[in-house]
């Protein structure tokens, strides 16, 4: 379960971002992942009570949401939305190209934002 990894780094970012900021209560954090990141997000959450529970972060929403994967076809140009397991390899739904697409979303995994004081 990688997710329990991801929220480590996030928790190593969180106390650098907050200690920058001279903040000392987290009150919740918004996370942004993208399709291709392959997070489970009930996952992420089983991973954020368990790395949280009995620290200064213990009671701090998460929150999750889902970048999804948009391409730029090779061809025409134009940005869409692959359906499928297959999908770096999806034809172009306006131009039917099959290769050469560029990714334009769907890879990220950041920090949105935090609210603390």
């Known amino acids: ?3 329990m990894s991801i929220v480590q780094n996030l928790l ?3 106390r650098q971002e907050m200690a920058t ?12 992942h993208g399709k291709l990141t392959h997070v489970v997000p009930e996952a992420l959450d089983f991973a954020w009570e368990a790395l949280t529970r009995d620290t200064e972060f213990e009671g701090a929403g998460l929150e999750t ?10 061809g025409c140009g134009r940005e869409f939305t692959p ?4 999908a770096m390899i999806s034809p172009c739904p306006y131009c039917e190209e099959q290769i050469g697409h560029e990714l334009v979303s769907g890879r990220e ?3 949105e934002h935090i609210e603390a004081e």
Do not use: F, Q, R
């Open 21 to 32: 900021h001279n903040v000392s209560t987290l009150h919740s954090v918004k996370i942004k």
């Open 109 to 111: 995994l950041h920090i």
């Open 83 to 86: 359906e499928g397991l297959a």
């Open 65 to 74: 949401e889902e970048v999804p994967l948009v391409l730029k076809c090779g």
């Open 12 to 14: 190593d970012l969180i």
């Open 1 to 3: 379960m990688h997710e």
